[in-house]
């Protein structure tokens, strides 16, 4: 079983719609990152979070320690957020080395 | 413009021919770290270093070197690259450590025949 879990793996919707990505995780972890790629691109920190809650625009990042699991929602979402978001934790069981999940891949139709 | 900078963006090598992508930042980082993204496999960490003359091995080192002889400059060496090498190689900084926001390079395409 991968330490880092994302559900879903694919995620197509309309425009408009609202998104929401989890990932769970099985380590202790000090920290948490979302990470946006886009088809051909290169790697951009969406988030980083240890505790609670954190927005940014029409993105919206939250974490539960207790229950080891985090989402990432998107709000009125657009075609130009089409792209793979990954999860990663910078785990504290495995001497601050980071694990990755294996992405979700978002298509928003116009 | 505070950046990660890559080079080169794209490589073709062949089995045994050492060689060098290099990692550049700009914003006084201590924390430096190299993956690999491979399809069905996602992102692996391959070694990182909290400070200068400090690396510790990531997820997947074997094959690898790395060395941090000055802050800005984390160069992965590939003594002698295997075909298995092939994927995108990503640099990534962070002020102090791996528990901080992450900055990535635009990624190195590396094919090795």
């Known amino acids: 079983k991968n330490e880092v879990e994302q559900s879903p793996q694919n995620l197509t919707a309309q425009e408009g719609e609202f998104i929401t990505i989890n990932c769970s995780y099985s380590v202790g972890i000090s920290a948490l990152h979302w990470l946006q790629q886009h088809p051909g691109g290169g790697i951009v920190s969406l988030f980083m979070l240890s505790s609670g809650k954190k927005k940014h625009g029409r993105l919206i990042a939250t974490i539960n320690i207790q229950e080891k699991h985090s989402s990432l929602h998107i709000t009125a979402s657009h075609p130009r957020d089409s792209a793979v978001y990954i999860c990663a934790v910078t785990s504290l069981d495995r001497d601050d080395k980071i694990i990755f999940g294996k992405g979700t891949r978002l298509h928003i139709l116009p | 413009e505070a950046q990660v900078t890559q080079n080169p963006r794209y490589l073709i090598t062949v089995t045994g021919k050492k060689l060098t992508v290099t990692c550049s930042q700009n914003m006084n980082h201590e924390y430096m770290s190299w993956y690999r993204q491979d399809p069905g496999l996602g992102l692996r960490q391959i070694y990182y270093?909290?400070?200068?003359?400090?690396?510790d091995k990531g997820d997947v080192p074997e094959g690898y070197k790395v060395s941090r002889k000055e802050k800005r400059n984390f160069p992965l060496i590939l003594e002698s690259p295997s075909p298995n090498q092939t994927s995108l190689y990503f640099c990534?900084?962070?002020?102090?450590?791996?528990?901080?926001?992450?900055?990535f390079g635009s990624g190195t395409q590396l094919s090795v025949l």
């Open positions: 270093s909290m400070n200068v003359e400090v690396t």
């Open positions: 990534a900084s962070s002020p102090w450590g791996a528990n901080e926001k992450l900055f």
